[in-house]
């Protein structure tokens, strides 16, 4: 039999039965739709849990502490938190984030860079412009190794890197934290991009307004102290009032034995920032480290500042080149004596209810084109 008879022989049997033939036809669609439909469903719900993910920070970073807690700012205890006898006891044994954790954190195969870093324990204030006009209270303030953050994976939108001392970086929201004290209540503050602006008609996300000022060319003041309590309203404060050391009891001095410090900053770059998260890179200062030793020298009333003491580190950030390496370095820093985290486990468990969603969703579509 030729091909022509094998076609023509099959042509007459579809035509005999229409129905049949439309309906078989037309399951075959619908199946295959339906698959393709169903694993497409599945690999959104995984991009769009990856994506909530990575709103929440770098999937490579994992964060390293000290499993008796946060690090001192000196050997002599100075900016330690409050331990009993048997803590300070304990704590002489068990692993501590200094420079030497750090050269070892670094040596770990698949490790890109590591960030030490050490954040401002005192209450911290901004201020700006003539008379300090512009306040940004309870500021976050952040001590890191400048040369880290590009390997890191943090970029700049404007400026340039730190070249000397007393130059910083601000986070991409930094200048919507400050409010224009010369203003009322509801002109106050700039609306940063992204947040919601609410009127008579709903709430919608907003493109952002322009900052009260440019921070690259607007020089910083900032305000701290052992003790120091920041003010109720700044409206009621001139601005000679900020250096003073008389007592305080919420009008943004500290008392006699811990006097307000303050600090001239000059904001040279402005470190881009996923999402608004209110940390210092994102809407914060961020300063060497030598930068952080000189305040809280100052902070501590040392005269010396000239040179870095030996120091624990709050936490130390290590970044993965890869993030297959995450949980494998996890692991060397964990058997070490440190305390991580990281988003491995929560990025593993979102994996794995998204293959089963796939495979559910799959077998939806592979049941209708059977």
Known sequence: MRFSDIAHTCAQNLLRRKSRTILTVLGVIVGCCSIVLMI?????????????????????????????????????????????????????????????????????SGVAAVMPQRSAQSTVDLTAGAGSRYVAQYASVMGTDMTQLEASGYKLVQGRMPRRAGEVLLGKYAAYQFMDKYRSDDDSRRIAPGDYECDENGCKESEGEKPFFDVL?????????????????????????????????GDGTASSQNPVVSMPLTVVGVLDAATNNYDAF?????????????????????????????????????????????????????????????????????????RGIQLALGGIGAVSFL
């Open 40 to 108: 497409s469903i599945g690999q959104g719900i995984s991009e769009q849990n990856e994506q909530m993910l990575k709103s929440m920070g770098n999937l490579n970073d994992i964060t390293v502490t000290a499993a008796g807690g946060s690090g001192a700012y000196d050997s002599s205890g100075v900016g330690m938190s409050s331990l009993s006898s048997s803590d300070m006891t304990s704590s002489d044994h068990q692993a501590k984030l200094d420079d030497a954790a750090v050269q070892t954190f670094r040596g770990i």
């Open 217 to 249: 060319t607007t020089k910083l003041n900032l305000i701290t102290g052992a003790d120091y309590q920041s003010p109720d309203d700044y409206r009621k404060i001139g601005s000679t009032s900020m250096s003073s050391t008389d007592s305080g009891d």
């Open 282 to 354: 994102s809407s914060g200062v961020v300063m060497s480290l030598e930068d952080m030793d000189t305040l809280q020298a100052k902070i501590d009333g040392k005269t010396n500042t000239t040179s870095r003491t030996k120091t624990n580190y709050d936490q130390v950030v290590v970044h993965a080149q890869n993030i297959k390496d995450v949980p494998g370095i996890e692991a060397q820093i964990k058997m070490s004596g440190y305390q991580t985290t990281s988003f491995e486990q929560t990025r593993k468990e979102i994996e794995k209810q998204s």
